[in-house]
């Protein structure tokens, strides 16, 4: 059982940057594969991000290559979303996810969620 909790959401302006945090329980995290995901009004939970359990190979959308930078730390139970060069279609509720192995691009497929955070981008 993983418990996934997001922090580092807000307000910001176009061109700004925040740093997304998500926080998991479990003794097992680093054999997890962990990835961000989005949600805009009326969408679907889209994948923004994605992280090896070890760490060495990280994927993104096409959307956010160059701007937005995954991380995690395995000693402190936490992976983050580094988000650079915000534009106000980054609008939307970020979520965290985790898979025993590799996190899926298919939100479904995907073991775990956090409760999501929400992140506004202002023009």
């Known amino acids: 059982q993983v418990r996934l909790v997001e922090s580092g959401g807000g307000l910001v302006q176009a061109g700004g940057s925040l740093r997304l945090s998500c926080a998991a329980s479990?003794?097992?995290?680093?054999?997890?594969?962990m990835g961000w995901f989005c949600q805009a009004p009326g969408k679907e939970r889209e994948f923004v991000a994605g992280i090896s359990w070890s760490g060495g190979s990280t994927y993104y959308v096409d959307s956010v290559k160059g701007r937005f930078t995954i991380s995690r730390d395995n000693a402190k139970n936490t992976v983050y979303l580094q988000m650079n060069s915000l534009k106000p279609e980054d609008t939307a509720v970020y979520y965290c996810?985790?898979?025993?192995?590799?996190?899926?691009?298919?939100?479904?497929?995907?073991?775990?969620w956090g409760q999501g955070t929400q992140v506004t981008v202002s023009s």
């Open positions: 479990g003794r097992t995290f680093s054999s997890y594969g």
């Open positions: 996810a985790a898979r025993a192995g590799a996190i899926s691009r298919s939100a479904p497929s995907n073991d775990y």
